[in-house]
């Protein structure tokens, strides 16, 4: 019985995703990706360490009670993003990025030189 009480009180307490409106949905966005190149086992085990702690910060932060539900998703687009950040500075050799600028548009190109010949 008290484990059917305390199922009711959380219920009661966490936040629903009814709480967002359109433009948060838009802001906040769906997914995030992360990357991780299968290059090198001893750059691996760094990522291996990131992914456990965001595992753990993933798991902290929705069992939050005292947050709305679009304070945690924020919190954890930005966390999530700043991981996926460190693990593409840990491969800088895959993750290359040429910028261009022309006139008033910047843009990356991400394309191999050989490819963008054709």
Do not use: W
């Amino acid at each position: 019985m008290v484990g059917t009480i305390e199922q009711a009180l959380d219920m009661k307490r966490r936040p629903q995703m009814d709480e967002l409106t359109d433009i948060d949905r838009k802001h906040i966005g769906t997914f995030i990706r992360i990357e991780i190149p299968l290059t090198d086992i001893y750059k691996l085990r760094k990522v291996a360490d990131m992914l456990r702690g965001m595992a753990s910060e993933i798991d902290t932060r929705t069992r939050r009670t005292d947050l709305s539900i679009k304070d945690i998703l924020v919190g954890l687009k930005f966390e999530l993003a700043l991981r996926a950040s460190r693990i593409r500075s840990i491969f800088p050799e895959v993750f290359k990025r040429r910028f261009y600028s022309h006139g008033s548009q910047d843009y990356c190109d991400t394309t191999d030189s050989a490819e963008s010949d054709t």
